[in-house]
């Protein structure tokens, strides 16, 4: 059973809109998250992160909001530019025992950013 | 620079030959792991290592081996490569499995 879920294989926006990048979990035990950007031919880069101490972390133009009630979180870009377009993988941890301390990865989103 | 090195970047094999892909890290990261990354499947780790000599199954261990007999290096074994282990492969490494894992640029692998 997926633990980690992206349910959107692929998202389209245009250049300058916010894009929303969505992501849930089932393990209550996950209590760390991360965000990683992935272009063709390379590998996955890691992009931002989230403890489940906080509901929000902000880089730049890239902010990830946690709800740990629903069990989702979601990465927002704003505003979008074409070097954005890549595939995001969600990945969540649990900084104590049980699980290994592995990161557990959603299959990804593929997002299009059109000029 | 910090990186992840793979090689090779791409490699074409014959069912039943036996390959090497390599993995090596250059910032005393404890923790190394391979993933494989196929269509509509997303990353699944393949094995992981928390330190040198301890080495452990991910989700699709089948047909794989890993070593970590230094730090630095975890090779990826396919004693006997089977046309469903095309796909490309990454290997990771962090300070801790949980943790923020630094990725290689990849090995693209196809068994005909």
């Known amino acids: 059973d997926q633990q980690v879920k992206q349910n959107s294989p692929s998202l389209s926006v245009q250049e300058g809109r916010i894009s929303i990048l969505n992501c849930d979990y089932t393990n209550s035990m996950f209590d760390y998250f991360l965000w990683y950007k992935k272009y063709p031919a390379e590998g996955p880069t890691f992009l931002i992160s989230?403890?489940?101490?906080?509901d929000k972390n902000e880089d730049g133009r890239f902010t990830v909001f946690l709800n740990k009630s629903a069990k989702h979180l979601s990465l927002h870009i704003v505003p979008s530019q074409p070097g954005d377009s890549a595939v995001y993988f969600c990945?969540?941890?649990?900084?104590?025992?049980?699980?290994?301390?592995?990161?557990?990865f959603g299959k990804g989103t593929k997002l299009s950013v059109k000029p | 620079e910090a990186q992840v090195t793979q090689n090779p970047r791409y490699l074409i094999t014959v069912t039943g030959k036996k390959l090497t892909v390599t993995c090596s890290q250059n910032?005393?990261?404890?923790?190394m792991s391979w993933y494989r990354q196929d269509p509509g499947l997303g990353l699944r780790q393949i094995y992981y290592s928390m330190n040198v000599e301890v080495t452990d199954k991910g989700d699709v261990p089948e047909g794989y081996k890993v070593s970590r007999k230094e730090k630095r290096n975890f090779p990826l074994i396919l004693e006997s490569p089977s046309p469903n282990q095309t796909s490309l492969y990454f290997c990771?490494?962090?300070?801790w499995g949980g943790g923020e894992q630094y990725f290689g640029p990849g090995t693209r692998l196809t068994v005909t």
């Open positions: 989230i403890s489940s101490i906080k």
């Open positions: 910032m005393n990261h404890e923790y």
């Open positions: 990771a490494s962090s300070f």
């Open positions: 990945a969540a941890s649990a900084l104590g025992g049980g699980s290994q301390g592995n990161l557990i």
